[in-house]
């Protein structure tokens, strides 16, 4: 039987620390800066049927979720930004599961991995440049009505990178490919 919680979360859900420490934003900020090359790293050698391929059964295909983080990374960096410049600034939430049928979903992944590339890059640039004073600014975000200090963010993107990662790699174990 197959454990449909584990296919959703292979590395569990994002829990918020306690506590966040300079070391834990240093590592997370190194992943971020890392992570296309990982991304790519895995997927280099899919087919079309294995970027077609759902992570789960009623998930996304490779292809969606390739694509969804340029959607979502790309949106997690203009948060970013909002937050270092205005103070607390209303973020706009966006329907993921909508974008993910958008026709540029069906586009090769080498655009959104491209994206993924200049967005990491950016963002690690950003990262090394703030100062503890920066990882405590906030935006609001609608859908829980809560004010999020960017360090919590940044340790959520870690997740988030590492969360589909997982997905991909867990996939290639499973299909044996």
Not at 146 to 158: A, F, G
Request: with cysteine; charged share 20%.
């Amino acid at each position: 039987m197959i454990d449909i919680e584990l296919l959703k979360f292979p590395i569990g859900k994002f829990l918020k620390p306690v506590a966040i420490c300079d070391q834990n934003l240093k590592e997370a900020s190194a992943y971020l800066g890392s992570y296309p090359q990982y991304l790519k790293d895995t997927v280099i050698d899919f087919t079309e049927v294995q970027l077609n391929t759902p992570y789960r059964p009623g998930g996304w295909t490779v292809k969606q979720v390739i694509h969804h983080l340029a959607d979502s990374h790309m949106n997690a960096l203009t948060r970013f930004k909002l937050a270092l410049t205005e103070d607390n600034p209303t973020i706009k939430p966006y329907d993921e599961a909508a974008w993910a049928k958008m026709s540029d979903y069906s586009l090769p992944i080498d655009v959104s991995l491209n994206l993924i590339d200049g967005i990491h890059f950016k963002w690690a640039v950003i990262l090394e440049s703030m100062t503890p004073s920066d990882f405590e600014k906030t935006y609001f975000h609608p859908d829980s009505q809560s004010s999020v200090p960017l360090s919590e963010v940044t340790l959520m993107y870690q997740w988030h990178s590492m969360h589909h990662l997982a997905h991909i790699q867990h996939l290639i174990i499973r299909e044996k490919w």
